[in-house]
């Protein structure tokens, strides 16, 4: 299908300015849910987390006792690369007081004088859902498998609440100094298992990816997604693997001279963006999340699909080459 200038600007362009608004009020209204269970932010205002971005946390903690935890607009809305299908604000509740830890060989909490946590994640997602639930009357909250759903009206935002444990990977620190640690978040399922995932790395990364690319990574990550849908009414079979947060991975590992290679104009630059890609096969396994640290694909049929979605796009995708613009 051939596509104009126009038309991808349009769907390169962030939703709008109201936005900003969506993930503090998102922020806001958790934090409100948990002071009814005593959390206090002692009058401290809502920060942003790194500039550039929707990105916001707040720090708080439990009067009369020692738990402290952060909440972190993270995902598509923090990092502005949200389309308008993508509707709920990904809020992160990290517990701080309670951390996951991971040591290098032969090195343990005891190095560290660390004591055993006495507060889990479990707790806090009881905590949490308890606290969303008496403040919205237990209207409109669901409990998941991995986070707390807050569905929207005309007074409150669609929400993601994610419940999490700090996790501190101090594999490379040799000074036992406990503040020398690669910081994520540990998500416990209902179902079990556990998910380590590094939304503050992703968020800085992006940015600076953004940055190098001439603010074009975003852009392309943005018509990309649109893109996906377009297929899907084209009747493309799009796999369930393929997912926003892939999307803006594999782009992430786009080298940038594919990006800059045309003035901003976003038809040429997408397509060379897909060529890359396609071009780049043979290196997947070394992609990485945007966060810099975890593998992107985690297993051959995973890796297969994104490829396909590729060669699948490759040929869906047209630009108009009789429209005006300067290379």
């Not at 598509?76 to 290098?104: C, G, H, M, W």
């Not at 101090?170 to 690669?182: A, I, K, L, T």
């Not at 976003?266 to 070394?286: A, G, P, W």
Request: negative net charge.
């Amino acid at each position: 299908m051939k596509y104009t200038e126009k038309q991808l600007s349009k769907m390169a362009s962030p939703i709008s300015q109201s936005e900003d608004e969506k993930c503090k009020n998102a922020i806001r209204m958790v934090r409100d849910a948990m002071k009814n269970l005593n959390y206090t932010d002692d009058g401290d205002d809502i920060r942003s987390y790194i500039s550039e971005t929707y990105s916001y946390a707040l720090d708080l903690r439990q009067k009369y006792t020692n738990k402290k935890i952060t909440l972190l607009v993270q995902g598509s809305y923090a990092n502005k690369t949200n389309i308008p299908t993508e509707s709920d604000v990904d809020v992160a509740v990290i517990l701080e007081s309670t951390f996951v830890p991971q040591y290098r060989e032969g090195v343990s909490g005891l190095d560290y004088n660390f004591s055993d946590g006495t507060f889990s994640v479990s707790e806090l997602k009881d905590e949490v859902q308890k606290a969303l639930n008496q403040h919205f009357g237990y209207q409109g909250v669901e409990r998941h498998d991995k986070s707390i759903k807050v569905i929207g009206n005309t007074y409150r935002v669609d929400a993601d609440v994610v419940p999490a444990y700090r996790f501190r990977d101090y594999s490379n620190d040799y000074r036992f100094d406990e503040n020398n640690y690669v910081g994520g978040i540990e998500i416990r399922p209902d179902s079990g298992g556990k998910i380590i995932n590094f939304p503050e790395q992703h968020i800085k990364l992006g940015v600076a990816k953004n940055k190098i690319t001439k603010f074009l990574f975003k852009k392309c990550v943005r018509i990309i997604k649109s893109m996906r849908e377009d297929m899907e009414r084209h009747g493309y079979i799009i796999s369930p693997k393929i997912s926003s947060f892939g999307l803006e991975s594999l782009l992430w590992n786009v080298d940038v001279s594919a990006y800059t290679k045309y003035s901003s104009i976003l038809r040429y630059t997408f397509d060379e963006v897909i060529i890359f890609l396609k071009n780049d096969f043979s290196n997947f396994n070394s992609y990485t999340e945007v966060n810099g640290i975890k593998t992107l694909f985690t297993d051959n049929g995973m890796k297969t699909a994104y490829q396909n979605f590729i060669t699948d796009l490759s040929t869906y995708y047209e630009y108009d080459i009789q429209e005006n613009g300067n290379g």
